[in-house]
């Protein structure tokens, strides 16, 4: 087999990518496909896992199976591929039958090196025949976390894929994931019987994505200040539930800012046109559930808003992952309320109560969403913790990309004193109410639940009447997400006191939370600034607009044409010749000659336009 120092890997970089040299562990796990050798390839969503399986067939002349779990990326995946010139093709349930038995034909004539297929369709009997037809050389699984009962998102169907080493046993077996923690990690090479496999696990920080975790006050404030941050750019906000992504949506547009609601509740026809419009750059903001996940292959998206918390840092490192895939710089924001955690557990629990030992089926999501809270309501260089998390060092002392290092976080501040109010006034209330009724009696409120029970008696009616009822709410959230109050499970949970509850009370424990942000304006990262050094913006805009219309002319998502990376490269360098336009990174052979004249004609009369230079030295 070819080593991984073999011209022919750097060739093919080259001619169909337009790359003149790998990204780190990229190497490395070309090399183990190339020997034939199993691995279990750990990068970054954006760190380029793709390549390590598309190059090595091209090199060896073979046909490599992807294991993919969505239709949506398996095709985004072909198209790509495609306006290459590589060779690659899927089969799944939206080909036509007469185009699948073509497909298959064309298989055994050796005419595709990648072929995209569900973990359903690849344990079929009949697939297992047609690939017996084949020059097989490996299986590629993709988002390979989906094995593990560990990771987050895991699927039952995923475990079958153990047979393939029975099946296969001289095929090699290479797992890929962006998010997967050592337990994971080892759970998947179990549970695929990979032989003496290629560990490698590249660099989990990401630092082109700039991180912000702010409390949260005005959900719809906060969310409307950010996007007009990136105003023509690309967009996720993530919410918790159907009606969350349905309301936001209606009050950003008629907030002026064009957003759809994505989530699984959708009929499929609809949910596939918001995908779709996204992908096609027709939507610029989608408001979503985690529905909108795997499938995401826009690698231009500038902005991840978390509208709530989500239920693990894989799920967080894995979501504000879809931004800044090109590399170039994106924003992520986490809007935060310690009532987050509360919510997720009561879904947790309440999917756990079907299983016939709902404590065990719980515990390990419970386990993710305490180290995800912990990451929320933390003040420090997000990027160290997230790092940390997957037991990588981290090697800076100052990020220069995240709130904390920024210094635009808020300091904490000491809430002994109403901690001791509201404590106060869930024993006075025998501990028996939930949390909105322990902050109206704490308010003041004149109700007719405080008059029935006549707490507008107690001595802590009022107590915080100063004191806005989001506030207090807050607070009180924050007092059972530091476990300093219990809230018992349930449809209707209420508040009650424990062992730390007492030393808030007596005085011997104190209790700090994050001060509420002002609205001061943030601060620019430098990775913000950097990206855009020597970058016509005049000209980007332009060509991002021919862009879009050549790709609606192919029916294709416009990155499929050229990345933003492209785009930045060609409004920097402004070339007029085929010999500047190939220097500019993400530029292949067939791109060159499928699209060089109709930008260099676009290039030309921009900078005719405007009177500057071209052919720019790089």
Known sequence: MPAISDPAVLDALRRYWGYDALRPMQAEAIDAELEGRDSLVVLPTGGGKSLCYQIPPAVAERTDIVVSPLISLMKDQVDGLRACGYPATALHSGVPFAEQREIERDLRDGAYQLVFVSPERLLTNAFMLLLRDLNLGAFAIDEAHCISQWGHDFRPEYRQLRVLRQRFPDAAIHAYTATATERVRNDILLQLGLHDPAVLVGDFDRPNLVYRVVPRVDLAGHVIEILRRHPREAAIVYCISRRDTETLANTLTANGIVAAAYHAG???????????????????????????????????????????????????????????????????????????????????????????????????????????????????????????????????????????????????????????????????????????????????????????????????????????RKEITRLVHELVGQGMLDRTPGDMPVLVLNERSVEVLKGDRTIQVQRRPTRRGRTKATIETEGWTGVDRGLFDRLRDLRTRLARERNVPPYVIFNDVTLRGLAALRPTTFETMIRVKGIGRKKLDDFGETFIDAISSYCSEHGVAVDIEG
């Not at 894989?314 to 924003?331: S, V």
């Not at 001791?420 to 322990?438: A, M, P």
């Open 266 to 468: 959708l009929a499929p026809a609809p949910r596939q046109k918001v995908q779709d419009d996204f992908a096609a750059e027709l939507v610029d903001v989608v408001v979503a559930t985690v529905a909108f996940g795997m499938g995401i292959d826009r690698s231009n998206v500038r902005c991840v808003i978390h509208a709530a918390m989500p239920k693990s840092v894989e799920h967080f490192q894995q979501e504000t992952g879809r931004a800044g895939r090109d590399g170039l710089e994106a924003e992520c924001v986490l809007l935060y309320s310690p009532a987050d955690a509360m919510r997720w557990e009561s879904l947790v629990q309440r999917s756990a109560a079907e299983s016939d030992d709902p404590a065990a089926a719980a515990a390990p999501q419970l386990e993710l969403l305490a180290q995800m809270r912990h990451l929320a309501s933390t003040v420090g260089c997000r990027h160290r913790m997230i790092v940390e998390h997957f037991g990588q060092s981290y090697a800076k002392d100052n990020c220069g990309a995240c709130d904390v290092c920024l210094g635009e976080a808020e300091g904490l501040i000491d809430v002994t004193v109403e901690a001791q109010k509201i404590l106060s006034c869930v024993y006075r209330l025998e501990q028996r109410f939930g949390v909105t009724h322990v902050v109206a009696v704490l308010a003041g409120a004149d109700t007719d639940a405080v008059r029935r029970w006549n707490h507008d008696a107690l001595s802590t009616h009022g107590i915080m009447a100063d004191t806005p």
